[in-house]
């Protein structure tokens, strides 16, 4: 069982910036973890990939994100990092991390990003 605590959610005014957290309960570097990522879901809309991170360190970016986003992680915190940039209103949406571990999908309960006119 891995747990996931997101973080770091709140109000931001259009072209702002916000830096999103998610600590987990087991070492993120941890071979058996294929990957770490970043979703989101806006009112009454899909999650949707943002980004994502392999043990290895290889990212990848949905394009709406990409020049604007930066996943990173600190191994020693057991911490994956969202930093966002540049941020539009209709970014307004849940924030969620999570993990493909052992075949397991693991997600945190999500945090709040509000992005104001």
């Known amino acids: 069982q891995v747990q996931l605590v997101e973080s770091g959610g709140g109000t931001v005014q259009a072209g702002g910036s916000l830096r999103l957290s998610c600590t987990a309960s087991i070492p993120i570097n941890n071979f058996n973890t294929d990957f770490m990522a970043w979703y989101r879901q806006a009112p009454g809309k899909q999650r949707e990939l943002l980004a994502t991170m392999t043990v290895r360190g290889h990212t990848t970016y949905t394009d709406v994100v990409k020049g604007r986003f930066t996943i990173s992680r600190d191994d020693s915190k057991r911490t994956l990092y969202l930093d966002m940039k540049a941020l539009r209103p209709e970014e307004t949406a849940d924030y969620y991390c999570?993990?493909?571990?052992?075949?397991?999908?693991?997600w945190g309960q999500g945090t709040q990003v509000t992005v104001s006119l």
């Open positions: 999570n993990t493909h571990h052992s075949g397991t999908d693991y």
